[in-house]
């Protein structure tokens, strides 16, 4: 088992910065490809951003490609997402998700793949 743990959402005013943080805990010795997803109220949850457990691979959705950054320190089991430029549509609950793999270059965007969720971070963005 594995447990996600986000933190670094809050309130923001558009065009502003934040960095969210997934810190694992658990079994994380073996290979996991990670992912930000968010979900608004009244929506479906949404693909934001994956990475390899190599960080050789990444895919972003084409709504934050290049104002979001995925990263991740396998040495401190924690995953970062530096969101810049946010904008009136990115406010959402931002979940972490880890899928158990024994790829070192694979990334999934499906949410259904994933097999561990974190309890997720509000962001809020005011105009």
């Known amino acids: 088992q594995v447990q996600l743990v986000e933190s670094g959402g809050g309130l923001v005013q558009a065009g502003g910065s934040l960095r969210l943080s997934c810190a694992a805990s658990?079994?994380?010795?073996?290979?996991?490809?990670m992912a930000w997803f968010r979900q608004a109220p009244g929506k479906e949850r949404e693909f934001v951003a994956a990475?390899?457990?190599?960080?050789?691979?990444?895919n972003y959705s084409g709504s934050v490609k290049g104002r979001f950054t995925i990263s991740r320190d396998n040495a401190k089991n924690t995953m970062y997402l530096q969101m810049n430029s946010l904008k009136p549509g990115d406010p959402a609950v931002y979940y972490c998700?880890?899928?158990?793999?024994?790829?070192?270059?694979?990334?999934?965007?499906?949410?259904?793949?994933?097999?561990?969720w974190g309890q997720g971070t509000q962001v809020t963005v005011s105009s």
């Open positions: 658990g079994r994380t010795g073996s290979i996991y490809t």
């Open positions: 990475i390899s457990w190599s960080r050789y691979t990444t």
């Open positions: 998700a880890a899928h158990s793999t024994l790829s070192f270059t694979t990334v999934k965007l499906d949410y259904r793949e994933y097999d561990y």
